[in-house]
């Protein structure tokens, strides 16, 4: 254990510091450590730190939240005398890192399964009962990280993040750091820029780099993409933009990295990511947003990763389609901040996968089709967002079919090729509001215990999506019972053929021999017993067994049988 230590102002002297750790559950005192004497030079901001061995900690964990230990850290004179103490800092140890193009989490292998919240913008869901209903509810959906929607980062607008971390750490759910986006610096090249640079990042990473469940510091959201960055044929390998473009072209990832520099010097431990940014950082992230590929093609997009992949490769966002591929606007201009001249193609784009059903009425078409025409008749340009964006498109149900029609096998099939992490944006559609529940109400234990630390919000209010609203009343959409069930962490299918378990083949001719899979996954943190079984009564065949599958495994077992002659046969299987 190390004790990294910094003084606002020291006075030059000989010090000696001490420290006593002490267990969180039950503050009996545990391990205790003492500094050899040192040299302060009572220059502003010295830092200081000592190291102890302690070789059996409890580990933090996704499953053991509850390993945590107290510091208490004290500052004493040459001859032992106490001068001062630190307030008493919570850490738990554990160890992330990247190796190759996975995660580890105290040595085992774990895959990202992230949602996004606003949560460290909006003061009310920093309470100890929002951060209770949010760990609860993505946990309950199949996540096991949160990122933060302070993308933008600003200094004084984003002010929640305390209870945003601390609170989901506490519970075991892992979180990112957000630190401050280059755009907000006039060229951190600049020692002035730099320098104001380290001290915005410095004051959010001594906040929180002993919170154990923040395992990654991510910046520079939304800035550092490029040309190509979806191709399947370079996500995640050693690719880099750098290598094609002239020098002095990539002015924005030369910024990224110097900001990643300054992160990187004060906070070593963690790895770094840049949101939406291709081969930058630590990560492979994407804002991956297909429109309307075929859904095989989606689920295959990681196959040539899965062989010449060196680093792990995170969606950030990830399309289910988005929402915006229904518009008919198709660029240059990004369609979220541009207006143009645009219609929502919902039949036209719904029949690819729905077929002559796609232009069924329902009540939601037909408001929509109003609302359409009454913004752009006679051709006049308009925003998406006003056209029906997030808001009614997504109230269409042929919407939503199309949605789980990809989201039944595109969650699985990534999965199946070790995806490192996958958020599935426009999230909030998973769920439909059901009622207002108890409503909004002012909050009666607002005047209790006043002194706790934290949020303690006056009102309750019955506002925002799902995971981010403990008072309304939501049930799982159309699109959130096929995301759900391609998020859970154990997963099982009858695949493709062995080594091709995305493969979907199912068109047989009689005599001929079927090759398939049963593919189990386990995403949980520990070693998982499954028994599996398959059959098909019409042949009187039948096969079980069981398996252990590691944390973030997979197992695949061949299943083959040959089609009878007799044409009349009917087959069904089952697992």
Known sequence: IEFDTGFAALPAGTYRLAAEISDAADGKVVKEF?????????????????????????????????????????????????????????????????????????GKKIHLRALVTKTPQESDFGSEEHIEHLVNAARGFGANFLIGWNYSFTPGVFSYVASFHRGTSKRGMLTSLTLPHFKDFDGLEKPEQAAAYRRQAEHLIRLYQNV???????????????????????????????????????TRRVQAELAEKIARSIDPSRPIYHHESGNLGDVFTLNCYLNWAPRQERGDWLENWSKDGVMPVFFVEWGLPHVASWSSFRGPAFIWRNAGLQCLWVNEFDAAILGEDAYRDEPAKEKLYAHQEKLIKGNRETFFSALGGNNVTNKVEDVNRVRAFYAARTFRNLRSWGIAGILPWDQFLCWDWVSNGAGSHDNPDRFKNLKRPGIVPDSILARGEYINNPVAGFELSTTGKAVHAGFTPFLGWIGGKPGETTEAGHNYAPGETVHKTLVMLNDTRNDAEIAWRWRIPALKLEQSGKVTVPPAGKFEQPVEFKIPDRKSTRLNSSH
């Not at 004497?37 to 933090?60: C, H, I, M, T, V």
């Not at 939304?222 to 473009?245: I, S």
Request: include cysteine.
């Open 34 to 106: 003492e500094s050899k004497p040192f040299q302060a030079d009572g220059k502003p901001e010295f830092r200081y730190d000592f190291s102890g061995e302690w070789s059996n900690p409890k580990l933090w964990d996704t499953d053991t939240p509850e390993n945590c230990y107290v510091a208490r850290l004290r500052l004493l004179d040459a001859k032992g005398a106490l001068l001062d103490e630190f307030l008493p800092q919570e850490f738990g140890f554990r160890e992330f890192y990247v190796d190759g193009r996975d995660f580890y989490l105290n």
């Open 212 to 250: 154990p469940g923040v395992i990654m510091n991510v910046m520079n959201h939304n800035a550092t993409g490029y040309m190509g960055d979806q191709n399947p044929q370079r996500l995640g390998t050693a690719y880099r933009p750098e290598q094609a473009l002239p020098p002095g072209t990539l």
